[in-house]
Every structure is written in structure tokens, then in C-alpha cells.
T-cell receptor, first 117, second 112 residues
Framework: NAGVMQNPRHLVRRRGQEARLRCSPM?????VYWYRQLPEEGLKFMVY????????ESGMPKERFSAEFPKEGPSILRIQQVVRGDSAAYFC???????????????FGEGSWLTVV | GDSVTQMEGPVTLSEEAFLTINCTYT??????LFWYVQYPGEGLQLLLK?????DKGSNKGFEATYRKETTSFHLEKGSVQVSDSAVYFC???????????FGSGTRLSIRP
């Protein structure tokens, strides 16, 4: 967990509002991943980004969700017009390069808990 | 497609009991296998990993052996403590892949 910073840790939004979740990867890491954990469920992959590029967004809902990782600044997961079903924990992870067989490990942040009321 | 199946929880044990949490996988290639642990209100921490068949990952008294013949990666600990109470996730990924595939998690509760 060391070094991957997520904020806010807890966010409450009313239905229809926008939620923005931020993730600063570990120093030296250029790859960021977002996962969603619904209550009492496992983690589901959402999107994988490198600086200024979306590499794999196969797990992102088609509407209302977007992600970016600009050249400067944190990665942002944006959820527009939130609904109650968006209530979940959103975890960010980072790695120095793709893959873990080489010994590089993906490190997770502590998560952002979104509650939609 | 690739998937991970974990023993359903919750699992409740007494302190010092022996722990096994079963994990099997389905994979088209030769993935690396992981166990992650999530303590209440926290993110995921890597507990152990194995990158090829017959490798044994170990950490904090936990062990898991990559069994290609049974496509399994069961987590074991000889004597659990109250502080081991958490949710445990089995997972796989490939060296060239961009995502980790997680099992649904197993909640472990240890009674004093």
C-alpha cells in the first residue's frame, strides 16, 4: 500500500451529482489501474492507463464513467450523474510497468468509498 | 475466459486453528497467482505470490503452492491469530496483461 494515495477516502453524493476520485501513483510508477468493489463482492477491473493514454477500458461502464491520467497530476476517475448502484469502494493501483512476472508488483491504494444517497 | 473461484465464506475459526482457504483458477495460459488481504476499512495488501508451477509463496506464516495439475492455489496457515481476521482474495494475472482477475473473496473471522 505504501505510496499510492487516493482521495477523498470517503465521498457522499446525491443522485445526479458528479463524483471525482483522485489517485496519485507511487513515485516512479507510470501505470495506473482502477478497480471497483461493490459491497460484499470482489474487485472488478475497470480501466488501465498510462500517462495521457487509456490502454484498456474493457471494464468501464459505457456511460457516465470516464478516467484520465494527465501528463501532470493525479489520475482521475469521474462518475457523472451518480446513481445508488454506483455506491462502492474504488481502488486505484499503480505499477512501474506492465505485468508482474518480472517481479514488479501492482500496489494498491487504500480506496475511496463512494456513497450515493 | 480466465477466472478465479474461491471458497465461500464467511469462515470462522478459533485462535490457533489450522486454516485452509481453497482457490482454483481457469486460465488459457500460464499466469502468476496471488493472495491479497484486506483488513476492515483498508485497501488490498499483497500477502504472497507465485509466478510458476510448483512455486510456493509464503509470508507472515501463510503459504500457498502453485499446483498446475489441479489448477489450485490454496492458502494455508498452521495457527491463526485474531489479527488474521480479514477478507482474503485469490487472484491471477499474466506478465503481458494489464489487469488482475480477482476471486470473490473469503471473509475470515478468528475467535479468541
Amino acid at each position: 500500500n505504501a505510496g499510492v494515495m487516493q482521495n477523498p477516502r470517503h465521498l457522499v453524493r446525491r443522485r445526479g451529482q458528479e463524483a471525482r476520485l483522485r489517485c496519485s501513483p507511487m513515485k516512479g510508477h507510470s501505470h495506473v489501474y482502477w478497480y471497483r468493489q461493490l459491497p460484499e463482492e470482489g474487485l472488478k477491473f475497470m480501466v488501465y492507463l498510462q500517462k495521457e493514454n487509456i490502454i484498456d477500458e474493457s471494464g468501464m461502464p459505457k456511460e457516465r464513467f470516464s478516467a484520465e491520467f494527465p501528463k501532470e497530476g493525479p489520475s482521475i476517475l469521474r462518475i457523472q450523474q451518480v446513481v445508488r448502484g454506483d455506491s462502492a469502494a474504488y481502488f486505484c493501483a499503480s505499477s512501474p510497468q506492465t505485468g508482474t512476472n518480472s517481479g514488479n508488483t501492482i500496489y494498491f491504494g487504500e480506496g475511496s468509498w463512494l456513497t450515493v444517497v | 475466459g480466465d477466472s478465479v473461484t474461491q471458497m465461500e465464506g464467511p469462515v470462522t475459526l478459533s485462535e490457533e486453528a489450522f486454516l485452509t482457504i481453497n482457490c482454483t483458477y481457469t486460465a488459457t495460459g500460464y499466469p502468476s497467482l496471488f493472495w491479497y488481504v484486506q483488513y476492515p476499512g483498508e485497501g488490498l495488501q499483497l500477502l504472497l505470490k507465485a509466478t510458476k508451477a510448483d512455486d510456493k509463496g509464503s509470508n507472515k506464516g501463510f503459504e500457498a503452492t502453485y499446483r498446475k495439475e489441479t489448477t489450485s492455489f490454496h492458502l494455508e496457515k498452521g495457527s491463526v491469530q485474531v489479527s488474521d481476521s480479514a477478507v482474503y482474495f485469490c487472484a491471477l494475472t499474466y506478465s503481458s496483461a494489464s489487469k488482475i482477475i480477482f476471486g470473490s473473496g473469503t471473509r475470515l473471522s478468528i475467535r479468541p
